[in-house]
């Protein structure tokens, strides 16, 4: 019984003394690169001050439609910057942010420093394929989306692995896919 006891507390003790991932190879691994919004729900509860919620989806052929905007890319960079980019109707870039970005556990977390400052945290569910390639990322929000002043309205992007469209590919590029 005494041995149990032993060595019981002797594993408590080092799960104790471990200090927690900040950003491990793999979680940071699976973000880089560039990602192409996917699909958006935003679910904004109490609209207007009132007992009623509201649903908003956007599928992969609406945001041209539902948002006047193309679905954005985000580049995420092996030295933690990163770059979104937000296109019209003709592919013109539009908007531009940029920042640092880090993970901690399933936060992935944005310090956006252009155009204007602002501190985002999401929280992230990635999917990876059968090879445990990555190919899709999930980020969940609560924000203040119905503009009631409260955190309360969530907001669920979905991203994927960015494909070049086919006038961007190089003719050598073809001859390996």
Known sequence: MKYIFVVTAALFLMACGQKPKTTSVSTQGFFEGKWEANRLVVIMHGVFGGEQDSMFTVAPNEFLSKL??????????????????????????????????ATRLDTLSLSQVT???????????????????????????????????????????????????????????????
Not at 77 to 88: F, L, R, S, V, W
Not at 148 to 162: S, V
């Open 68 to 101: 006047r905007v193309k679905p954005h890319t985000a580049l995420f960079n092996a030295d933690g910057t990163y770059i979104e980019q937000y296109y019209d109707e003709k592919d013109t870039v539009i908007l531009t942010n940029g920042g640092r970005w």
């Open 115 to 177: 155009p204007f400052v602002k501190n985002s945290k999401y929280k992230f569910i990635p999917s990876i394929d059968s090879l445990g390639n990555s190919i899709g990322l999930n980020l969940y929000q609560l924000v203040d989306f119905d503009f009631d002043g409260k955190e309360d309205d969530e907001y669920a992007l979905f991203m994927i692995r960015y494909q070049p469209k086919e006038e961007e590919k190089s003719w050598w590029e073809d001859l390996f896919s």
